[in-house]
């Protein structure tokens, strides 16, 4: 009936139209595009201490050697983590927006002497040292 009328046609076809482009579900949740932050125990294999590490306001979590811990952080809102190896410690941007928009990945090497930094898991170069108090 309604093909009938091509001014009714018209209209169920803009109403649906309409409900489809404003829906959630016709559009994704952020419009920002995201990086992944991949974080790699590298400390020596004779480490008696546990790396221990908090990013952003997530509870701390022990990372053991060889593994790696990833997490996705929003493009243009900068990320920190702090790191604990007793008696060391330190406190890091683990996303830096000037430094890296524009990356997919940022890549962490946590080592005996610091934090080393990459964009594409190679050519790492060191960002941040331990301290001690």
């Not at 046609?9 to 952020?30: E, G, H, I, N, V």
Request: with cysteine; hydrophobic share 35%.
């Amino acid at each position: 009936m309604a093909f009938r009328h091509p001014f009714f046609t018209f209209f169920l076809l803009f109403q649906l139209f309409y409900f489809l482009s404003t829906s959630t579900l016709a559009r994704p949740q952020s419009h920002r595009p995201n990086t992944v932050v991949y974080i790699r125990n590298d400390l020596p294999n004779n480490t008696k201490e546990q790396l221990e590490l908090g990013c952003d306001k997530s509870p701390f979590f022990y990372l053991k050697l060889g593994q790696h811990h990833n997490s996705t952080i929003t493009v243009d809102q900068d990320s920190k983590c702090t790191a604990e190896w007793l008696p060391w410690f330190t406190n890091w941007d683990v996303y830096h927006a000037k430094r890296d928009k524009g990356y997919q990945t940022v890549y962490w090497s946590v080592r005996k002497n610091g934090f080393y930094h990459s964009w594409g898991g190679s050519n790492w170069k060191l960002l941040e040292k331990w301290y001690t108090e």
